[in-house]
């Protein structure tokens, strides 16, 4: 099982439309948790860290459950600039901090 | 220079042969990070640099090997190029280990 697990996609979704992505975790020392934006043909950014208590930037909110070890990101009102992949990545502290990626998800958003 | 950089963008080159990755980065960043992308895999942590002077090895470091001379470079080697080697690399950087990274714009190798 992959330490990071993310639903390849595509999400195929209209603009205007309200789309949300899951990530899995399946180590418990977790430490860190990011979501980083990945464009075609083009290196991955960051998109937006996620805290304990869930935080929210502009359209874009992200989440987290420890308990069932899992992240979220909800995107509001797509628009056709958010097509690109998703990428979950965590941070573990048996792991010397270094981060590890899920595979991506990716969304499409069309007109 | 702005941020991280990398050369060279794209490169073919024949199985067998030596190949260095250039990475360098201008925010006095401490780790330093190369990763492989392939379709399906992922981005794959191959060897990293949590300060000048010191590397490790990452998921998937056989074949590849790294230096860290100064804070600012951090080439990756590939001593003989293999097939399976084919990927997009990316250079990353980070204040310091686990905290956000930053990444280059990548190189796109093909071994023939």
């Known amino acids: 099982r992959k330490e990071v697990e993310q639903d390849p996609g595509p999400f195929n979704v209209p603009e205007g439309a309200t789309v949300a992505f899951n990530c899995t975790y399946s180590n418990s020392a977790s430490q860190s948790f990011f979501w980083y934006r990945q464009d075609c043909r083009k290196e991955p950014k960051l998109l937006m860290s996620v805290y304990s208590s869930g935080n929210e930037d502009g359209r874009f909110t992200a989440q987290l459950n420890r308990a069932s070890q899992y992240i979220s990101l909800l995107i509001r009102d797509s628009k056709l600039s958010d097509s690109a992949t998703y990428l979950c990545?965590?941070?573990?502290?048996?792991?010397?901090?270094?981060?590890?990626f899920g595979g991506g998800t990716r969304l499409m958003v069309k007109p | 220079i702005a941020g991280i950089t990398q050369a060279p963008t794209s490169q073919i080159l024949a199985a067998g042969r030596r190949m260095t990755l250039r990475c360098t980065q201008d925010?006095?960043?401490?780790?330093m990070y190369w990763y492989r992308q392939d379709l399906g895999l992922g981005l794959r942590l191959i060897h990293y640099s949590n300060t000048a002077g010191t590397t490790g090895k990452g998921e998937v470091p056989d074949g590849y090997s790294v230096s860290r001379a100064n804070t600012d470079d951090f080439p990756l080697t590939l001593a003989s190029a293999v097939p399976s080697q084919t990927s997009v690399y990316f250079c990353?950087?980070?204040?310091?280990?686990?905290?956000?990274?930053?990444f280059g714009p990548g190189t796109r190798l093909t071994v023939l």
């Open positions: 990545v965590v941070t573990f502290n048996n792991a010397g901090n270094m981060l590890t």
């Open positions: 990353a950087s980070s204040a310091v280990a686990g905290n956000t990274q930053y």
């Open positions: 925010m006095r960043h401490n780790a």
